[in-house]
């Protein structure tokens, strides 16, 4: 082996047993990281993304710095999830193959915490935990915090987006014996800072590659495509990567489970994570997931969060996040360990600005491409199929019992025939489903093609401000009803829902104000909308919804009569100002 884990202080035990593991270098993280947590005094902050080593990073040198003697625990690990502590517990069980004496122990939710208790008071060094549980420990008085001289907080900004600073602080303040903080995020929100400068003394601060940055492994792409063919895209997406083994993410659980029925339909190996699962189900899916049963899972943020799985090729976003920093933890799914991988993200054509900010903080150039056709779909199968085919291995069968068999049985039919059943064979179902598949690609603006073509000028931006939107696939609406009228978004979107009985796969961005509202809604839909909301009576007062460019839609006969302006009565034959939105500058 390589002489470098033994040149980063790493004692002889621990170098053997990364060796066996087959890792012969360490990797930049690693390399900085570990003669400064040696040390065992320095707090230190450490920014890479997941799948860089961090595990290892903070895992080799806490393990030298244990006493087998002492049993009881010397080092704590807080993480967010119970799929990233079994992973930790796991990983430092393979870096303490050749120290005798030390043990950790994972403390989790959704397992038995008597079993839990019982483990701890056998005696360990080491306690992997997330924070619910550790919490629920300390105030049963199951485990002493008083002797740990070492923290580690894993993920923490993931943490901290699932909501656990106040479970961070109370564990902070209860382990006041520690002599070090070591602290490892992939991004470094306020949030994170806070922690660092509440309770950590001059720490050292590492960065493996920029700040908040993407991998540099992982090639981002993007397809835009109008609301209403996000799904035919997604699918489209999907058949096109033949071989594809991924990771699918959703904004909402109740599209996380309809994507997965509508998939699973289709004779796609997919299943969904959400948090409706009990422990068992989630456990179940993510074993069939990790030895590849599944070819794809598709999950929430919240559900997949802690997720590391080994060789995944694809991450998917149905949507963009509408937090900028969850896309570097999705995307950082794949592109594991030094090894490629591709993150396909389907937006509409007016998310265009967020895959500029995105490119600026993952410091990486994203690619738009054209979603494909259905000729280029089978086309690419067909090909995969015939690589599988030239590929298989033949040297373990006895197959040449059955070659005269085979001989007899083709001999009038010519290889090119044969050829063309194989694949007639394999490929009757995609032909037939993609024969008259429609062009699925958004129409874009001119300003949209310029900026990718680089040539984007200032009048681009005057327009993209516009109130006035008829173009990028939607009608802008107007409506006359807002967060006055006890509204919040949520509550808004299953109104209009409800009252036009149109799905949610139309609507674009929703813009409430006090008084009113823009909607924007796909072109051949917008009309159906109108005709279904306006004129209705919403708390004693007329709604009244028109295209946003169009002025002031005349109330149909049944509409017309006495009606309330204001809190006063206006008379029909009274002419009505025009109230349709202007440019605001």
């Not at 969060?305 to 933890?329: A, K, S």
């Not at 990028?472 to 009803?481: A, K, V």
């Not at 002031?552 to 109230?579: I, L």
Request: charged share 30%; aromatic share 8%.
């Amino acid at each position: 082996m390589s002489a470098s884990f033994e040149a980063l202080g790493l004692n002889e035990n621990i170098v053997q047993a990364i060796s066996d593991l087959g890792f012969s270098e360490p990797t930049p993280i690693q390399s900085q990281a570990i003669p400064v947590l040696l040390s065992g005094t320095t707090d230190f902050v450490g920014l890479a993304q997941t799948g860089t080593g961090k595990t290892a990073a903070f895992g080799l040198p806490l393990l030298q710095l244990m006493n087998a003697a002492d049993k009881f625990p010397q080092a704590l690990i807080v993480c967010p999830t119970r799929e990233l502590c079994l992973q930790i517990t796991n990983d430092l069980m393979d870096f303490m193959k050749h120290s005798k004496g030390i043990m950790s122990e994972a403390v989790y939710g959704g397992a038995s915490i008597m079993m839990q208790i019982r483990n701890l008071k056998r005696g360990v060094q080491i306690v992997v935990a997330t924070p619910g549980r550790l919490i629920d420990l300390i105030e049963r008085k199951a485990i002493d915090l008083q002797k740990v001289k070492y923290v580690v907080l894993d993920e923490a900004d993931e943490m901290l987006n699932m909501g656990f600073r106040d479970d961070i602080d109370f564990v902070l303040k209860n382990t006041v014996n520690r002599e070090s903080i070591w602290l490892f995020s992939a991004t470094m929100p306020p949030e994170v800072r806070a922690i660092a400068k509440n309770f950590m003394e001059n720490p050292k601060e590492i960065t493996v590659g920029k700040k908040n940055s993407g991998n540099v492994n992982i090639d981002h792409q993007f397809y835009v495509s109008p609301a209403h063919s996000r799904y035919e895209t997604l699918k489209r997406l999907i058949d096109f990567n033949p071989g594809m083994y991924g990771i699918i993410f959703t904004r909402t659980k109740a599209d996380a489970q309809d994507i997965s029925e509508r998939l699973s339909k289709s004779g796609y190996e997919i299943e969904a994570l959400h948090g409706d699962l009990t422990q068992q189900q989630r456990d179940r899916v993510m074993a069939r997931f990790r030895t590849k049963a599944l070819q794809l899972l598709i999950a929430t943020d919240v559900a997949a969060r802690g997720i590391d799985v080994d060789g995944i090729t694809h991450v998917i976003n149905y949507e963009l996040p509408d937090d900028m920093e969850v896309y570097t933890h999705r995307s950082g799914r794949t592109g594991r360990a030094g090894k490629t991988g591709i993150c396909l993200s389907i937006c509409h054509s007016r998310e265009t600005y967020k895959i500029r900010s995105l490119e600026k903080m993952v410091n990486s150039q994203f690619h738009k491409l054209d979603i494909p056709s259905g000729k280029d779909v089978c086309r690419k199968q067909f090909f995969h199929f015939m690589d599988k085919l030239i590929s298989t291995d033949i040297s373990h069968g006895d197959y040449e019992t059955y070659l005269p068999d085979l001989m007899t049985k083709f001999e009038n039919v010519s290889k090119e025939e044969v050829l063309q059943r194989v694949a007639a064979l394999e490929f009757d179902h995609f032909l037939k489903y993609y024969e008259n598949a429609e062009d699925l690609n958004a129409k874009d603006s001119s300003r949209n093609r310029e900026r990718f073509d680089g040539n984007k000028d200032d009048s681009s931006r005057k327009e993209r401000t516009s109130f006035n939107r008829k173009d990028n696939g939607y009608t802008r609406l107007f409506i006359n009803l807002g967060t006055k009228d006890g509204f919040y978004k949520a509550s808004f979107l299953q109104f209009i829902l409800d009252e036009s009985s149109l799905k949610k796969e139309v609507l674009g961005k929703i813009d409430m104000r006090d008084m009113n509202t823009w909607v924007e809604v796909d072109h051949s839909s917008a009309a159906s909308m109108i005709k279904a909301i306006d004129g209705k009576r919403y708390n004693n007062r007329t709604v009244r919804m028109n295209e946003a460019d169009g002025g002031f839609k005349r109330p149909s006969d049944e509409q017309r009569g006495n009606r309330e302006v204001g809190g006063q009565r206006r008379e029909s034959g009274e002419r009505r100002r025009t109230f349709a939105p202007r440019d605001r500058k």
